[in-house]
């Protein structure tokens, strides 16, 4: 049984930085792609970044490159979210997600979803 906990939302001013974590358990194998998404309120879900986890190959959705960082733990089986220069439209639940997809991108590509843990920018 997969399972996916996040931890490491929070309330943060504008400007500031917050680290998330997804702990894993129960992934079999080393070519599915774990990654966040975020939902704000009245909005779809959509991706933020991504990681294959075999290879460390990352990618980031435009609206948050060069400020957050994707990463992983192979050993702790734990994917990483670094938000750093935090902006109000940040403000969102940012979700955990793995896929048996190489290059995740899309709600529809994620098998598994943690919780959810809420980010909230203050201006």
């Known amino acids: 049984q997969v399972q996916l906990v996040e931890s490491g939302g929070g309330l943060v001013q504008a400007g500031g930085s917050l680290r998330l974590s997804c702990a894993a358990s129960?992934?079999?194998?080393?070519?599915?792609?774990m990654g966040w998404f975020r939902q704000a309120p009245g909005k779809e879900r959509e991706f933020v970044a991504a990681?294959?986890?075999?290879?460390?190959?990352?990618a980031y959705a435009d609206s948050v490159k060069g400020r957050f960082t994707i990463s992983r733990d192979n050993v702790k089986a734990t994917v990483s979210l670094q938000l750093n220069n935090l902006k109000p439209e940040d403000t969102a639940v940012y979700y955990c997600?793995?896929?048996?997809?190489?290059?995740?991108?899309?709600?529809?590509?994620?098998?598994?979803w943690g919780q959810g843990t809420q980010v909230t920018v203050s201006s």
């Open positions: 990681i294959q986890y075999f290879t460390g190959n990352t």
């Open positions: 129960g992934l079999t194998s080393r070519w599915y792609s």
């Open positions: 997600a793995a896929s048996r997809t190489i290059g995740l991108r899309t709600t529809t590509q994620s098998d598994y």
